[in-house]
Nanobody, 121 residues
Framework: QVQLVESGGGLVQPGGTLRLSCAASGSIFSTDVMGWYRQAPGKQRELVATVTRGGTTNYADAVKGRFTISRDNAKNMVYLQMNSLKPEDTAVYYC???????????????WGQGTQVTVSS
């Protein structure tokens, strides 16, 4: 069982910064991929960034050059540093753990409760 708790969301002006944190508890496998997704009202949940245990990262085009994902394997934590925030970054941000399970190697996702990020003047 995996439990994820996000923190660090809030209200920030355009051009500002926020740092999101996610604490994972339970059994985290060495092959698990951790990441951040976001969902704005009326829109589909979308990938923001992912990171492997070894530090390989992947970013959505919309956040490249502005956001940085990092992972502390010893503490089972993942972070999202968000710089130069824009109003279109406003969304609920969710921490994610993706695991491959079973004989068919099916992807299984675990989600946090989400934290609200609002970018507005």
């Amino acid at each position: 069982q995996v439990q994820l708790v996000e923190s660090g969301g809030g209200l920030v002006q355009p051009g500002g910064t926020l740092r999101l944190s996610c604490a994972a508890s339970g059994s985290i496998f060495s092959t698990d991929v951790m990441g951040w997704y976001r969902q704005a009202p009326g829109k589909q949940r979308e990938l923001v960034a992912t990171v492997t245990r070894g530090g390989t990262t992947n970013y959505a085009d919309a956040v490249k050059g502005r956001f940085t994902i990092s992972r502390d394997n010893a503490k089972n934590m993942v972070y999202l540093q968000m710089n130069s925030l824009k109003p279109e970054d406003t969304a609920v941000y969710y921490c994610n753990v993706r695991r491959r399970e079973g004989y068919l190697s099916t992807n299984v996702d675990y989600w946090g409760q989400g934290t609200q990020v609002t970018v507005s003047s």
